[in-house]
T-cell receptor, first 114, second 113 residues
Framework: DGGITQSPKYLFRKEGQNVTLSCEQNLNHDAMYWYRQDPGQGLRLIYYSQIVNDFQKGDIAEGYSVSREKKESFPLTVTSAQKNPTAFYLC?????????????FGDGTRLSIL | EDQVTQSPEALRLQEGESSSLNCSYTVSGLRGLFWYRQDPGKGPEFLFTLYSAGEEKEKERLKATLTKKESFLHITAPKPEDSATYLCAVQPDYGGSQGNLIFGKGTKLSVKP
């Protein structure tokens, strides 16, 4: 079955530590996205990528970094500069960014601070 | 400012009691409006896309409609398995340039047997 796989499901970060969240898709989609979900708030866009080796900042990119070396993979690094990283992180993909086609989501990674 | 507002925040229904969820939006231009269902601890699951006022889409007990200012998700004779948070997202159009999705905060639906 085609879909989006996020790992790990749960992740714990220590002070001063960078952590990387994995996102893999086998839908052959060009566009991929990272969102953050906090209780009582709508999803907020962190970064997106329209093609391999290209990515753009979203609304809340500070303290995060991404790479897009392969079409299937779009890992997100939460750096120590992100002072409030506790949240539910969602990865999504769509056929292209400009196609008006829906985004499809993985099942998320919940990040907590130790 | 572009904005998406969902109401109510939470809705409790008895099994079989039909109702509607609202998504009102303020954007200069609309490329599309998306409805998603999200279960606890899971990612959003795509339900519908609506592109223009007057459009309607149906899937089982759900029916989504769109006007120039809002969308409704009608739930007919709901069952307990329809309990979830329903998210609305709008894709703005900025003079031919597509904006990023703007999500509402969601409506948490509980259906009691």
């Amino acid at each position: 079955d085609g879909g989006i796989t996020q790992s790990p499901k749960y992740l714990f970060r220590k002070e001063g530590q960078n952590v990387t969240l994995s996102c893999e898709q086998n839908l052959n989609h060009d566009a991929m996205y990272w969102y953050r979900q906090d209780p009582g708030q709508g999803l907020r866009l962190i970064y997106y990528s329209q093609i391999v080796n290209d990515f753009q900042k979203g609304d809340i990119a500070e303290g995060y970094s991404v790479s897009r070396e392969k079409k299937e993979s779009f890992p997100l690094t939460v750096t120590s500069a992100q002072k409030n990283p506790t949240a539910f992180y969602l990865c999504a993909s769509s056929i292209t960014r400009v196609s008006n086609q829906p985004q499809h989501f993985g099942d998320g990674t919940r990040l907590s601070i130790l | 400012e572009d904005q998406v507002t969902q109401s109510p925040e939470a809705l409790r229904l008895q099994e079989g009691e039909s109702s509607s969820l609202n998504c009102s939006y303020t954007v200069s231009g609309l490329r599309g409006l998306f409805w998603y269902r999200q279960d606890p601890g899971k990612g959003p699951e795509f339900l519908f896309t609506l592109y223009s006022a007057g459009e309607e889409k149906e899937k089982e007990r759900l029916k989504a409609t769109l006007t120039k200012k809002e969308s409704f998700l009608h739930i007919t004779a709901p069952k307990p398995e329809d309990s979830a948070t329903y998210l609305c997202a709008v894709q703005p159009d900025y003079g031919g340039s597509q904006g990023n999705l703007i999500f509402g905060k969601g409506t948490k639906l509980s259906v009691k047997p």
